[in-house]
């Protein structure tokens, strides 16, 4: 995982957009990485109050590993009201773990907490996973999968280069009751095979890059009870700041911009996904 989660993200923090006139949430961010301190920390809150102040007042934080997962779950016992969890094995990290099934054990036992209120980001990513790997990568999804289902709550997916591959292995097993697509980047022909299937999209910085005009018509097709924003902070800082340290305040930039896209007023599309957001992770208090 050295790849993709220690990255130097030794990069100038974009500035902090116009608030939004109603507050939202970002459905998916990783604190630890942003922050690289404890989850109780001064660090973590300044993040936090940051995104408060430009109208988005809770964010799910999302595990990667197990370790990282734990330090998710306790930056939701952190931050009641602010932060919930989800928890998992990255589709990159599985398959090169010393010990898969101690791992997964963690990620099931911290599965119940109450604070935990999704399973991911799991899923399938054969941009990095080279082909021998991906049999393992498989066998992992398959696994989290059949947790989210077990116990009742979303399941977040990593889709990277295995459209086809994650859509007939969710066939295949039967998806979760709440299945989410993170930073979807799929076409047009997948988003409205996801739509019919009742996946919900979620959208990330990615959608107001100018090389992702298939992301933007996809956007537009997405029913407002299946849309989510994110940001994947500390990963892929929305325009015009791409390039930059990214953190849940930049959630006002993309949903600008996909509220330009699908023509609809911005508070309007800020309420819709904030209650997506309860409705699907529940409450954060």
Partial sequence: MADRHNRDIDRPLAPLPEPLRVRCADSHAHLEIVTNAEPDSQAVADVLAEAAMVG?????????????????VKCAESWPGKVLAAVALHPNEAPVVDDL???FAIIERLAAHPRVRAIGETGLDFFRTPPELQERQTYSFKRHIALAK????????????AHRAVLDTLTEVGAPRQTIFHCYSGDVDMAVECIEKGYILSFAGTVTFKNAPALREAVKLVPISQLLVETDAP?????????????????????????K?????????????SENVERIFGSFA
Avoid: C
């Fill in 56 to 72: 988005i007042d809770r964010v799910v934080q999302v595990g990667y590993s197990a370790e990282q997962s734990e330090w998710s």
């Fill in 101 to 103: 099934e101690k791992d």
């Fill in 150 to 161: 077990q116990v009742d709550k979303a399941l977040v997916i990593h889709d990277r280069d």
């Fill in 235 to 259: 990963f892929l800082a929305p325009m015009p700041h791409r390039g930059s340290l990214n953190t849940p305040a930049q959630i006002p930039n993309i949903l600008r911009a996909i509220a």
């Fill in 261 to 273: 896209e699908r023509g609809e007023d911005e508070s309007y599309l800020a309420q819709a996904i």
